[in-house]
């Protein structure tokens, strides 16, 4: 009889502890309500019966639907889960960075660059064709031998017509005109392989852009033919893609 007893109160402390441990686990209902098309949560007197239940505060209820769907497509670029993305978000995602909507672009476009940074830089590239490049070195670079050597050169490289200009230190200039597919190629594994269009993000920090005490080691001014037009300088070591580049060109001349 004991033993019964015994357990029947073992009983009812386990299902007791549990009832709290649920009650403990129960999240605390905030005071207000949501809005899906500001992202605020309001108080109650905010809404009114029908947008109560829409989840469209009194506000928001003013705009017209082009507004509203606009302004619940920005909450939702916001708020994306950081897991893992399925198929079907990276889609969606995918598809708003060209959202005729200029607001709704420019959001996806920064959400998508720094979830896919690699996908976000290729799919960039598609985008882009050099039309006019210039590039000028003035000051010391390592050779293929790691020995230092002065280098004041600029090379001015046209797409239409098809034509590279080469400065050389003395002031005496170059030109060639070389055909149309191997200038293309060249233009081509310029933006594709040295990914040029990411020098300054990659390349020159703040300084450089902040100093104008010491003189560029290095300059690139492009222009393409999207209308973008970029100009990047740095006092610093001449990277690696730009070498490649000022050979690459070089050896046109050769």
Known sequence: MKRALSTVRLIRVIV????VVRMAKKKKKLPGHFCKVCGLRKSNESF?????AAHICKACSRLSPA?????????RLENLP??????????WLKNRTHDHRPEVKTLACMV???RFPRLARNQKKQELAIQTLKLSIDGEVCDSYGDP????????VSRTPPVVVCTQQDGISQVIEPPPKILAKLLKWTVHTLEIFWWEEDYCGPA???SEEEPPLWSVHVEYSNGEIQDMESADDVPDPVLELLSALAELFE
Do not use: F, K
């Not at 050597?149 to 090379?155: A, D, L, M, N, P």
């Open 16 to 19: 007791t502890t549990a009832g």
């Open 48 to 52: 009114s019966g029908r947008g109560h």
């Open 67 to 75: 507004q509203q769907a606009e302004e619940m497509t920005l909450r």
């Open 82 to 91: 950081l897991r893992r993305l399925s198929e079907s978000e990276m889609t």
């Open 112 to 114: 998508y660059a720094e």
């Open 149 to 156: 050597v002065y280098i004041r050169e600029s090379y001015r």
């Open 208 to 210: 450089d852009v902040e």
